[in-house]
């Protein structure tokens, strides 16, 4: 069973920078990974996704301003820390971010928040003008 868990959210003014971290570990086979957000009210949303041959994609939203990586942890494979830059953030950047995994049988870097099964516990990010 995948365990995600994520750290580095916090509270920061329009234009500054914020990265995301999380750890991923327990893996067995192939994953795509990504990372969602949730502001009140609103639906779930993917912000950006790497796929297990390392193929990315973001929403429109945050193209050039977020830079989605993952570095294995550890030599076995069996850990990996996803990674999500955030530049130039914006105060409509500000909700809950989760990371998510999923097994993947084929390269595909979804932003369905339906290709995901397995999620971490989410993250703050307030941005503020």
């Known amino acids: 069973q995948l365990q995600l868990v994520e750290s580095g959210g916090g509270s920061v003014q329009a234009g500054r920078s914020l990265t995301l971290s999380c750890v991923v570990s327990h893996l067995e086979y192939e994953y795509r990974m990504a990372w969602f957000r949730q502001a009140p009210a609103k639906e779930r949303e993917g912000v950006a996704a790497?796929?297990?041959?390392?193929?990315?994609?973001?929403?429109?939203?945050v193209k050039a301003r977020f830079t989605i990586s993952k570095d294995n942890a550890k030599v076995d494979n069996t850990e990996v820390t996803l990674l999500l830059q955030m530049d130039n953030l914006r105060p409509e950047d500000t909700a809950m971010y989760y990371c998510?995994?999923?097994?993947?049988?084929?390269?595909?870097?979804?932003?369905?928040?339906?290709?995901?099964?397995?999620w971490g516990q989410g993250t703050q990010v307030t941005v503020s003008a």
């Open positions: 998510a995994a999923a097994r993947a049988y084929r390269a595909n870097p979804s932003l369905m928040i339906w290709d995901y099964n397995f």
């Open positions: 790497i796929d297990r041959d390392g193929a990315t994609r973001y929403a429109d939203s």
